[in-house]
């Protein structure tokens, strides 16, 4: 069974402030797929970012790095210099390879970013 | 352009009553999806289309129905609402089917948030 756990369930930071956010997850397959969603208040989905089991490297786009470490089973997002903008819901998701596989997400981390 | 679309956005129905929410993406994508989110915002997929032939079939009502007329249109039909059904249900697409070796990222329609009063 796959599981995908999102222990911070609720951050609140200062803007300009850097904030990770956290994700574990558990399978057994060898190959997977980790991704990440942003969910504004305006409630659409929003896709960020796609990692596969292969390949462990870091990933910066902007102010967004990830760091995925299958060590520890972790797929950690970091927000650096947070913007008011970058508050929102943020889904970790998990989907192994093979048939009819299906996207399992954590529960989500609420980020607040004040002035 | 819209990538994936739903309609209505809002739905606002009494128990007993049927309804149905639409889904068109212009991705060319092969596969398309329907999720629950409840109000505690936990997201669980109900079901999953590949060129028009059903995928995924979760542990759903059967009072909920995907219909597929093509592999741009994904619809959802719910016979009988009840309080429970209250949510907002998105659609999504990808490429390529399910089963394939590599997985696609799934993009998102708006949400369609239902309500049962």
């Known amino acids: 069974a796959q599981k995908v756990t999102q222990a911070q369930t609720e951050i609140s930071v200062v803007e300009k402030e850097d904030v990770t956010l956290d994700c574990v997850y558990e399978t057994r397959d060898t190959t997977y797929y980790l991704f990440w969603y942003k969910q504004p208040p305006s409630g659409e989905l929003v896709f960020l970012i796609r990692r596969n089991s292969f390949d462990e490297q870091n990933e910066i786009s902007g102010r967004y790095s990830w760091n995925f470490q299958k060590s520890t089973s972790s797929f950690n997002f970091t927000i650096t210099a947070s913007q008011v903008v970058d508050s929102a819901v943020y889904f970790c998701a998990l989907r192994r390879a093979g048939t009819a596989s299906k996207l399992t997400f954590g529960t989500g981390t609420r980020l607040q970013v004040t002035l | 352009d819209t990538a994936v679309s739903q309609t209505p956005k809002y739905l606002v129905t009494q128990m007993g009553n049927d309804k149905s929410i639409k889904c068109e993406q212009n991705?060319?994508?092969?596969?398309m999806y329907w999720y629950k989110q409840d109000s505690k915002k936990f997201l669980k997929i109900m079901f999953s289309y590949n060129n028009k032939e059903l995928i995924i079939n979760e542990t759903v009502p059967n009072r909920f129905s995907p219909k597929s007329p093509d592999k741009a249109h994904l619809n959802l039909h719910i016979n009988s609402l009840e309080l429970g059904d209250s949510a907002v249900y998105f659609c999504?697409?990808?490429?390529?089917?399910?089963?394939?070796?590599?997985?696609?990222?799934?993009?998102f329609g708006p949400g369609t948030r239902l309500t049962v009063t």
């Open positions: 999504a697409s990808s490429q390529g089917p399910p089963g394939d070796t590599y997985s696609y990222e799934q993009y």
């Open positions: 991705l060319g994508h092969d596969t």
